[in-house]
Nanobody, 127 residues
């Protein structure tokens, strides 16, 4: 089964940058869409960005368009979230996950629950 491990979070001042990594293993990913999600205290987990593993198509939540970039390294089965111009409202625990049937755009409205979530990586943006 697919295993995903997030890393790269930290504390940064508003306007700064971070790059998150998600290392994937345990499967073949040709038909998968990989995604980043985040959850702030007291809020529901929400969609951030997604990328098609094979074709490279991407889709972003409106709140991060123009600031965040999702990318992938097929050889190392790792995908990334480059976060620039960070804002305090970006503060959250960030998680990655993978879906074998969704497209990047449909990841935002996906209703079927993921089987599991990892520990996530904390991103804190100070004002």
């Amino acid at each position: 089964q697919v295993q995903l491990v997030e890393s790269g979070g930290g504390l940064v001042q508003a306007g700064g940058s971070l790059r998150l990594s998600c290392a994937a293993s345990g499967g073949t990913f040709s038909s998968y869409t990989m995604g980043w999600f985040r959850q702030a205290p007291g809020k529901e987990r929400g969609f951030v960005a997604a990328i098609s593993w094979s074709g490279g198509s991407t889709y972003y939540a409106d709140s991060v368009k123009g600031r965040f970039t999702i990318s992938k390294d097929n050889a190392n089965t790792t995908f990334y979230l480059q976060m620039n111009t960070l804002k305090p409202e970006d503060t959250a625990v960030y998680y990655c996950n993978a879906d074998p049937v969704s497209s990047p755009i449909t990841m935002e409205t996906r209703t079927h629950p993921f089987a599991s979530w990892g520990q996530g990586t904390q991103v804190t943006v100070s004002s």
